[in-house]
């Protein structure tokens, strides 16, 4: 009696690896060939809220991501703040140790 021997972990990474980039080839081909649409988007002077643009944009370059965009949620770590009517709000701050 002949035992099949399991394929090793390197050979069914290699084969999950290979099957996933051909995936990746083929779905790049199916992009780049789909039409470009293109979008007009409002002028910087219709914008609101710039000073808050410019404090999420400082959060993000410390470290803060964006995981949402309606309502725009920022992540780093633990710590959550979100967007509510041209306010960052942080639902993690605890009531009981404010002022």
Same mark, same amino acid.
């Given at each position: ?42 002028? #910087? ?5 710039? =000073?808050? +643009? ?5 959060? *993000?370059?410390? %470290?803060?991501? !964006? #995981? ?5 949620? =920022?992540? +780093? ?5 979100? *967007?509510?009517? %041209?306010?960052? !709000? ?10």
């Amino acid at each position: 009696m002949i035992k099949k021997r399991a394929a090793s972990t390197s050979d069914v990474h290699r084969k999950r690896l290979l099957a996933m980039q051909a995936r990746l080839a083929k779905a790049r081909i199916e992009i780049s060939e789909a039409p470009i649409e293109e979008v007009e988007l409002a002028p #910087i002077d219709q914008r609101e809220f710039h =000073l808050l +643009r410019a404090h999420i944009d400082t959060m *993000v370059d410390h %470290g803060w991501r !964006i #995981i949402s965009r309606e309502p725009i949620t =920022l992540k +780093r770590g633990t710590q959550t703040c979100f *967007v509510r009517q %041209g306010m960052l !709000i942080s639902p993690d701050l605890d009531s009981s140790k404010a002022g």
